[in-house]
C-alpha cells in the first residue's frame, strides 16, 4: 500500500508544481468571432484557423503564438498586435495594418501579402518561406535593408 502511495505520489509531484500556460481569454475568441473587434484582446495561443477576419480591429491584441493558418486578414487592423510566434501559413495578408506590430518569429510561409504597412514592426526571425508579398516593406536583408517610409 505505501509503495503504490509513493509512486502515485511520484507521479503526481510534477503536475502540482507547474505553472499553467497562458492562453487565449474564451470570452475574448468569442467577441472576435462575432463581432470583428478585439482591441487590447487576450488571443494568444488561440486557434484562429481559416478564421474569417476581413476588416477586423485587432489593434493592441494579443496573438502571441496564435494559429492563424490561412485565415483571411484582408483590411485588417493589428497596429500594435503582438504576433511574435504567431503562425499564418497561407494566410490572405493584403491591405492589413501591421504597424508598429510584433512580428518576430511569425510564419508567413505561403502566404499572400499585398499593400501591408508593416512601418515601425519588429520583424527579427520573420519565416516568408514561398509568401507572395507585393508593394510592402517585407523583404530579405539586415540591419542594412532600407526599409520604405510608410506612415
Known amino acids: 500500500m505505501k509503495i503504490k502511495l ?38 494568444s495561443g488561440a486557434n484562429l484557423s481559416g478564421a474569417h477576419l476581413i476588416g477586423a480591429d485587432l489593434r493592441d491584441a494579443n496573438l502571441k503564438g496564435a494559429n492563424l493558418t490561412k485565415a483571411n486578414l484582408e483590411g485588417a487592423d493589428l497596429t500594435g498586435a503582438n504576433l511574435a510566434g504567431a503562425n499564418l501559413t497561407s494566410a490572405f495578408a493584403t491591405n492589413v495594418n501591421f504597424k508598429q506590430a510584433n512580428l518576430n518569429r511569425a510564419n508567413f510561409t505561403r502566404a499572400t501579402i499585398h499593400d501591408s504597412n508593416v512601418y515601425g514592426a519588429s520583424m527579427n526571425d520573420l519565416n516568408i518561406t514561398n509568401a507572395e508579398i507585393f508593394n510592402t516593406g517585407i523583404g530579405i536583408g539586415g540591419e542594412d535593408a532600407e526599409i520604405p517610409d510608410w506612415k
Request: aromatic share 0%; net charge positive.
Open 6 to 43: 509513493l509512486a502515485a505520489l511520484t507521479l503526481a509531484t510534477p503536475l502540482l508544481l507547474t505553472t499553467s500556460v497562458k492562453a487565449a481569454n474564451p470570452q475574448h475568441v468569442q467577441k472576435l468571432i462575432s463581432t470583428g473587434e478585439c482591441t487590447r484582446c487576450d488571443l
